[in-house]
């Protein structure tokens, strides 16, 4: 395994954020959640409905480190077949939970520099993954990973974050140049999305309002871009 330490560092990451993530995400900031997760979902949709209309069947997908797969309801929703839905996951307990709700989908566990397999992928995509990825040289095979698993003329779609969080050692935020660093054959969009998560949980059901009218206070983007043929 390439990154021994590194994968076991990502481990211990996940775990101390463990407990912290489900107080997050509870039930208290239902409303904030909800909205953040419209929000990015409807920017995907646009982004895949402008490449490829409103019939999405028959494209393929891949999600590198899919987590508990919270992302993958939009993607049926599109009209994506889940036979050509493939998801990654590295955490043991995540995979679980991937094999229990999704099991009509292709899951392939471990570290996804170690992916053995001969397809490629009309989507590519990544939420949140990088960020917890602190090995710089780690970060860039991935990112050369999943341009290998890319078709030409097939789509990159990113959500991560681009600050530094002062309160969280274990997360680096990627700036838009480091997103082109990693991938410099690609010509990238970017949209803000995600009000600051601390202020935007304390408004609830009022931060639409705030987010509409302080973007300079949106925490992440959403880059996509097409792989040249």
Request: proline share 4%; hydrophobic share 40%.
């Amino acid at each position: 395994m390439m990154y021994k330490d590194e994968i076991q560092e990502i481990k211990d990451r996940y775990q101390r954020r463990k407990s912290t993530r489900e107080h997050l995400f509870s039930e208290k900031y239902k409303d904030y959640t909800a909205y953040l997760i419209n929000e990015r979902e409807l920017v995907y949709t646009k982004i895949l409905h402008d490449r490829h209309g409103t019939d999405l069947r028959g494209l393929t997908f891949l999600e590198i480190g899919a987590g508990v797969g919270s992302n993958i309801p939009l993607f049926y929703k599109l009209g994506l077949n889940k036979s050509d839905i493939w998801l990654n996951e590295l955490l043991e307990d995540r995979l679980l939970v991937l094999e229990r709700e999704h099991s009509e989908t292709n899951i392939l566990p471990g570290d996804a520099l170690d992916l053995k397999i001969n397809q490629k992928f009309d989507i590519v995509f990544q939420s949140a993954v990088f960020s917890s990825i602190l090995d710089l040289d780690f970060r860039k095979a991935l990112a050369d990973k999943m341009m290998k698993l890319l078709k030409p003329g097939g789509l990159l779609l990113w959500y991560d974050f681009i600050y530094d969080n002062p309160f969280n050692n274990d997360v680096k935020g990627i700036p838009v140049k480091e997103i082109r660093r990693l991938f410099p054959d690609l010509k990238f969009n970017f949209q803000r999305v995600t009000f600051l998560p601390p202020l935007g949980r304390i408004m609830g059901k009022n931060v639409k309002w705030f987010n509409r009218i302080l973007p300079v206070l949106r925490t992440h983007v959403v880059a996509w871009a097409i792989k040249k043929d």
